[in-house]
């Protein structure tokens, strides 16, 4: 029983992260074409990412260059607890024990 609770959470989890990534991925091009600030989708994604940005951009404000390094690191992150957290979950989950 526990198997499919940490199969069921690693998918979850993984479909949540795929998600991020992919409002990451928005708010990135929307930053680069320039979206209408009062568009609701825009709102939406700045209100889901800049909370997740900010703790970044104070690490990373005083790195020369105009690049705003903060979505990289969170697609680095996400990617990372990708394969190492959820990978694990699911194959403890699985009974899969082969690299």
Avoid: C, K
């Avoid at 029983?1 to 479909?15: C, P, Q, R």
């Avoid at 705003?68 to 697609?75: G, M, Q, T």
């Amino acid at each position: 029983m526990s198997d499919a609770i940490l199969v069921t959470v690693g998918t979850a989890l993984n479909m949540v992260l795929n998600a991020l990534q992919l409002l990451v991925f928005v708010s990135v091009m929307i930053n680069w074409v320039g979206g209408d600030p009062r568009n609701p989708i825009v709102t939406f994604i700045e209100r889901v990412t800049e909370p997740i940005y900010r703790p970044f951009r104070r690490i990373t404000r005083n790195w020369s260059g105009p690049f705003d390094w903060a979505p990289f690191i969170v697609l680095v992150l996400i990617i990372s607890i990708q394969r190492g957290i959820v990978v694990q979950m699911m194959r403890a989950g699985s009974g899969f024990d082969h690299p």
